[in-house]
């Protein structure tokens, strides 16, 4: 073993290539190969140098053999705590790659790895070393910049890139420290180097009104300013309905419809007309024909595709088309003359659909009205007093049978197993100066229902005609839970006594549902819903139809939103042409070419969208809590690791106790307890257990809020 390192490789390499050669432990290859004892690590260092290029394979049971290691690709996801994950587009679970082997991997990079470990049935999942970087995933990176003596570093606000940028001097493009800017990568660094970068844009101070937002804006590349070629056709199509626009479609402008939405929207993609007739409900949901405006392969086209969704963050919308559209002649404002795709429905009394149609229509919207106010009109049918409802007195019947149908089709949705998950979603006040003056869960009431079950009542029914009628379309799917984190998911709440059946090695919706039934209006309630999410798996947009898990449903799309998602926009097209009689060959053809990469591009952007709105939610929550620090809430233990308590508030916000400052005593964290128990006081922790905290401090750049608790509430169920 007197040979250069690369001499000593060629070797070994040779000897587990020999056609004589079996699967052999160190040990082995040392004693044939008269390797003395005490070189034997250098051994170890020369078959592990093989094994990260892939030339040779190790088993579970610590043997080297040629060729067996299969080299896979995925992209790399890194984590704040240096470890990372490869993630693979077909594979439901992702691959962990310890820190020592991400081979200077940088987030979001598409790489090669080989298996290291395998899953072992006991919760240890796959384990992976990545041998080779494909290509860069990320090239610019957004941050707070500081500058030093003659050069800079930029701090990143994103946690997964794992290293400070070094800015060398005459490339900060006149940053000063305190500045939020955006950074082009020259270099990705390496094992002793740190990256390198140029600042491209310096998007504001930090304590400027606005630069928050915007940095996460820019963090996740997401699109501001419209082009001006579109910005151009969306003035030149965005005229006022005419006669020619209105010939050969069914007017339906005199049927009695409203639009029901938050006070605050702007873009009314959706309109309700409903009556009944007997033992028939006769539901309109009419939706915006944004075809009609946005013509396919058009430059407004191509940028609604790019985009994919509208992202509405906590002090402003980024619309997927231009407001001279979404907020005008594609906006079902009340009073005018509006191009729509309806799907009218005659529904039962058993909430069955016997009858529909879908068709062109143009419509004339009753009312603009909102959640609030249809809630209102509501519950004031068991009071003296109705003043919402002499508002609206001739719309009011309507109102009721809509209360009506609605509680029969949520009542079939529940029978059939449809998941609700009704989580409290956070609604943010802002000033003026977009500071955050009050933090609240969002109200969802009858009237946010009433809207939600005709969504998805149309959507199903949409969906169910195009997947008979065998042409190209695009689906709203969602798949079966992994096996393994369901069986995960039933180990934990067996600790509460709770159980969820697992038959066949699947579970079905129902069993889900059940599980939620029987733990609504218990101290755990929050926690093992959040759970039994995120045991799921995420709903995407694909060519074929597999069904939706989490709705119970065999068949469903999204139709209800063309203003604000690409696929309702794709689909209504493809609506279009089949009732125009033009979905022939050639046509069929040319859809079944591009769905597959529109499916693939609405998810992803969908994904990007959803990861920014709870960045912004979670930078305002921290804002928030900034001037309450030193202030007491009540809250609720959410979470236990062996770091700390998570303690969620009833106003939405989450922040942790940490075990250092859990001063009155050291807790050690029982894994198999669920439980943080202090060693000489054998105070108890659990999960669900109402507490009272004190706010410690935030950090806005990693948007964490620090907690410490106050006097406790011993254990809930004592």
Aim: proline share 3%; charged share 30%; aromatic share 8%.
């Amino acid at each position: 073993m007197d040979q250069t390192f690369e001499k000593r490789k060629k070797v070994i390499y040779d000897f587990i290539c020999d056609d004589f050669y079996v699967p052999m432990k160190i040990k082995e290859i040392a004693i044939i190969l008269q390797i003395p004892k005490e070189q034997r690590d250098e051994l170890k260092e020369v078959l592990d140098a093989l094994e990260g290029e892939g030339k040779v394979f190790v088993s579970k049971k610590g043997k080297y053999a040629k060729g067996q290691a299969k080299r896979l690709t995925g992209t790399f996801q890194a984590n704040a705590r240096g470890f990372g994950f490869v993630i693979q587009e077909e594979e439901a679970e992702d691959i962990f790659i310890s820190e020592e082997n991400i081979g200077g991997a940088f987030q979001g990079d598409q790489v090669e790895f080989v298996i290291t470990k395998e899953a072992d049935g006991r919760g240890n999942r796959k384990e992976g070393k990545i041998v080779r970087i494909l290509s860069h995933g990320t090239t610019k990176v957004v941050g707070l910049y500081e500058k030093y003596k003659s050069f800079g570093f930029v701090r990143p606000d994103n946690q997964r890139v794992l290293n400070d940028i070094y800015i060398p001097s005459g490339k900060e493009k006149g940053a000063m420290t305190g500045h939020k800017v955006v950074v082009e990568l020259t270099s990705y660094g390496g094992e002793d180097t740190k990256p390198e970068g140029k600042v491209i844009e310096i998007i504001g101070h930090i304590n400027d009104p606005g630069t928050d937002i915007m940095s996460i804006v820019k963090g996740y590349d997401l699109p501001v300013e419209f082009p001006e070629r579109v910005m151009n056709q969306a003035e030149r199509v965005g005229k006022e309905v005419s006669e020619a626009d209105m010939a050969g479609r069914m007017d339906l402008r005199e049927w009695q419809m409203v639009t029901i939405d938050g006070e605050d929207a702007k873009d009314l993609d959706d309109a309700i007309s409903l009556t009944k007739e007997g033992e028939y409900y006769r539901l309109g949901v009419h939706i915006a024909d944004v075809t009609n405006y946005v013509q396919e392969k058009s430059s407004l086209d191509r940028e609604a595709l790019n985009r994919g969704t509208s992202v509405y963050l906590a002090d402003r919308v980024i619309p997927m088309l231009p407001h001279k559209l979404s907020n005008g002649i594609c906006s079902l404002n009340a009073g005018e003359n509006r191009l729509a795709l309806s799907c009218i429905m005659t529904i039962s009394d058993k909430g069955e659909v016997t009858d529909h149609v879908i068709a062109e229509t143009v419509i004339q919207v009753d009312e603009r009205m909102s959640y609030t106010s249809v809630a209102k009109i509501l519950e004031e049918q068991e009071m003296p007093q109705k003043p919402e409802s002499e508002k609206y007195q001739s719309l009011v019947p309507m109102f009721l049978l809509m209360a009506e149908l609605s509680g029969i089709l949520r009542e079939k949705r529940k029978n059939r197993g449809s998941i609700d998950f009704d989580f409290p979603e956070t609604k943010i006040i802002l000033d003026e100066n977009g500071k955050p003056v009050d933090i609240k869960p969002y109200d969802r009431n009858a009237a946010t229902k009433i809207i939600e079950d005709f969504m998805l009542m149309a959507n199903e029914t949409v969906a169910e005609e195009y997947f008979w009628r065998e042409l190209p379309f695009l689906y709203r799917t969602h798949e079966q839970p992994d096996e393994e984190k369901i069986r995960k998911l039933s180990t934990f709440i067996n600790n509460f006594g709770f159980h969820i059946h697992v038959g066949n090695s699947e579970v079905k919706p129902k069993e889900v549902q059940k599980l939620l039934g029987k733990v609504e209006g218990t101290p755990q309630e929050a926690l093992i819903s959040r759970l039994a999410l995120r045991s799921m798996k995420q709903a995407r947009y694909t060519p074929e139809n597999t069904g939706h898990f989490g709705l119970a449903a065999k068949y469903y799309t999204h139709f209800t939103s063309p203003i604000r998602r690409y696929p309702d926009l794709q689909i209504h097209r493809i609506i279009k042409e089949n009732i125009r009689g033009r979905m022939e060959g050639e046509r069929i053809a040319h859809y079944e070419k591009i769905l597959p990469e529109v499916a693939m591009q609405s998810s992803m952007r969908e994904r990007r969208a959803e990861e920014a709105e709870r960045e912004t939610v979670k930078l305002k929550k921290t804002e928030y809590m900034q001037e309450h620090i030193g202030d007491i809430f009540e809250g609720v233990i959410s979470g236990l690791t062996k770091w700390g308590a998570y303690v969620e508030l009833q106003n939405t916000i989450e922040g942790l106790v940490h075990v250092t400052n859990m001063k009155d005593d050291h807790y050690d964290y029982l894994e198999e307890r669920y439980e943080m128990v202090g060693e000489r006081t054998h105070n108890v922790y659990k999960l669900g257990q109402q507490v009272r905290v004190r706010v410690l401090g935030v950090d806005r750049l990693q948007r964490t809020i620090d907690f410490e608790f106050c006097d406790v509430e011993q254990d809930y169920d004592d």
